[in-house]
Each structure stands twice: as structure tokens, then as C-alpha cells.
């Protein structure tokens, strides 16, 4: 598999105001971060690199993401039961938490997962319908304009993956810091100081 090499400079932001994290905020970022997401890439990697099946690589993939959305939602709402993929990413949206292009990418990584596990035919990434490649294509080229994709369609999903993983275990240290924050009873006290002065 091939694999975009982890960089900072690749985008994972939306405009202002459409999400609650919409960039980086530095301060929330762990020291030991890089370490940290390098060995989640590592991780993923790991559960990948001896699927030459392109179905089993696919949904493998997809329960990686969805491992990332556990760790979000659980920031978010620890000792919640989340239910289903989609539901899962109905929930942060809802929150607003992250920019609402990586939950759309999620949802195109969950059918890519869905066509693979509902059809016997479709065996192969050349089964899936062309325009849910391009998409992949598309949302490639929105987190590095310069990303190869003269590489195959298993090493576009794969990196695909990666991204969405890399950008939901970013934003998540984000909302455990939000979480701590409100759970410290001193956000209370000054939440009650903001209410009375209105």
C-alpha cells in the first residue's frame, strides 16, 4: 500500500463557523500528538497491509473509521451505547463538531463498505459505481491537492482512509479538551456569572 506521507500542511478545515473545530486550535493539540498519530497510522496499516482481497481491504478500512468515530462520540458522550455507523456520524454532525466534508467522506467510505457487503457480485473497487471513485478522487485531491492518483483504486481508498482516520483522531483530542472543560465545575460558575449579566 502505498501511503501519503503524514504532514502537517495537508487540509482538514472548513469556513469559519460551520463547525464548532473548523481549524487546528494549537492549544489543543497533545505534545505527544505526532508520536500518537503516527502510530495510528501504523495501527491501520497493520490491519491492512496483507488484504490483497480488494472487498475484505475495503471493509476492513471502514472499521477502522468507524473505530475513529467510537473514540469521537465517546469523547463526546462517554457511556453512551451509539448504534449504528451512520448514526454515529448523525451525532456529530448534529454536535457540529468537525468539519461536515470528513462526515461526508465517512459516508462515502460506509457505502464503498455497504456495496461490498450486500452484493456477492461486487467483488472488486472496478464494481463500485465510477462516480463513488471520482468522489474518492475528489475528496483526495480537498485534503492534499497534490495526491498522487495515478496509483491504483485500492492505494486511492487506503489513502482515502487514512485521511478521514488522521482528521477524526485530530479533531477528537479537540472534543476530549472541550469535554474536560465543561465538566470542570469552574465552567459552571462562570456559564451562571455570563447567564446573570445578560
Not at 508520536?35 to 478500512?61: C, F, M, N, P, T
Not at 457480485?121 to 497534490?146: F, G, I, M
Amino acid at each position: 500500500m502505498t501511503q501519503p506521507e503524514a504532514k502537517v500542511n495537508f487540509s482538514i478545515e472548513c469556513p469559519a463557523g460551520e463547525s464548532i473545530f473548523y481549524r487546528a486550535l494549537a492549544a489543543m493539540i497533545p505534545k505527544n500528538w505526532p508520536r500518537g498519530l503516527q502510530e495510528g497510522i501504523s495501527e491501520y496499516a497493520s490491519h491492512v497491509k496483507d488484504l490483497d482481497d480488494e472487498r475484505a481491504y475495503v471493509v476492513v478500512g471502514a472499521l477502522c473509521v468507524e473505530h475513529c468515530l467510537d473514540e469521537m462520540v465517546s469523547a463526546l458522550l462517554p457511556s453512551t451505547k451509539y448504534g449504528s455507523f451512520k448514526r454515529k456520524t448523525d451525532i456529530i454532525r448534529a454536535f457540529r463538531l468537525i468539519p461536515s466534508r470528513i462526515l461526508d467522506d465517512c459516508g462515502l467510505i460506509a457505502e464503498m463498505r455497504n456495496h461490498f457487503a450486500h452484493d456477492l457480485e461486487c467483488k472488486t473497487l472496478s464494481n463500485q459505481k465510477p462516480e463513488r471513485l471520482q468522489r474518492v478522487d475528489d475528496a483526495l485531491r480537498r485534503y492534499d491537492p497534490s495526491y498522487p492518483l495515478d496509483i491504483s483504486a485500492k492505494e486511492r481508498c487506503g489513502g482515502l482512509v487514512e485521511f478521514v482516520c488522521v482528521a477524526l483522531t485530530f479533531y477528537t483530542t479537540h472534543v476530549e479538551c472541550m469535554r474536560e472543560f465543561i465538566d470542570d465545575a469552574r465552567f459552571l460558575e462562570e456559564l451562571e456569572r455570563f447567564c446573570a449579566k445578560k
